[in-house]
């Protein structure tokens, strides 16, 4: 831990190590648990400079932040991604990682070979294309699983991040766990969460991980991992030789351990996915960090907060 590290500490003993950079909220996609189908974007010039994004950051890192991890929207939309992704590169951070659809990252693969970004999480939500067409309402599904599978074959720590819906995915639950087997990527089923445009049909849609499992456990067992203490996820390595896990942001939400931190497009540091309340730090000195910090991590609630003002791709899931 750094010197100042205990500007990080809340008073529940939660220490913040993580961030999560939201680089835009565009997408090339629109998944209908995330997006209405005709969203509207902030402007362009509202988002941080790469040099306000690489300022910010290692103002961060020098308080005690230690996993870095970009998002969006859709990260690779930015031009200036690999801009970015240098600068990040330069940090002392145990963790560089990319939450993305995959849409874009084939072309981007040979130069992040060479920087610190090594972990990926891509979103896949069928392994069928018209079910993908679905989902997504892009027809984009062999580019997806193309680019997962390169990005494995190179060396990448890539894990699949799959959002199960009662009717819409939950059929393909056991061909998930199959293709973690076959590919030895890590799989991790989402709760679908109630937020933005899935509130007006969560409860056709939620399915709970506690239901995945027993769906699961009718022919498979599946034998618990030890997670971090902060982990997201609980994970499993199943009787097939799958590595599979489950976020279960709805049913047992993992507030009381989190140790995230939000930076926003605009360069907002905020206490948690599911408050609007932040400080801009672009123009901040130095020396008003702690204190900043310290203001934002009072702020950071022990449970799930039931109301979201914002939909997640404008926060960064
Ligand atoms: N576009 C990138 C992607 O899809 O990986 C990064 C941003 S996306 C908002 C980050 C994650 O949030 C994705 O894994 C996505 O499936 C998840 N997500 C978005 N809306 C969600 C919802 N209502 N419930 C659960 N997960 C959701
Ligand atoms: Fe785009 Fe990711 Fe939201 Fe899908 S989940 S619409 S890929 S931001």
Redesign the pocket.
Known sequence: MSALGHHMIDKHGRRMRKLRISLLDA?N?R?L??MPEHPVFMPQKDWASVKDMARITRNLVELGIEEIRL?????LMRRDFVEIVHELSTLPVKKLGL???ALLLAPYLQVLQHTKLQHL???L?SLNAENFLRITRRDAFSTVMDAILTAKALGFAVKV?T?MMKGVNDHELSAFVEWSATHRIPVRF????N??V?KSQFQERFLPASNMMAMLRTDLQLNRLNDKPDSTSRNFRVSNGAKIGFIT?ESNPFCAGCSRLRLTPKGQIRPCLFMEEGIDLKLLAPEDYPAALAAIIAMKPIGRIPHQPQP??QI??
């Open positions: 997408c996609l998944c648990y995330c998002t969006g929207g859709e990260p939450t993305t659809n999480n891509i979103s939500d991040n959002v989402l709760e679908v969460m937020v933005g899935m942001s997640m791709y960064g899931g």
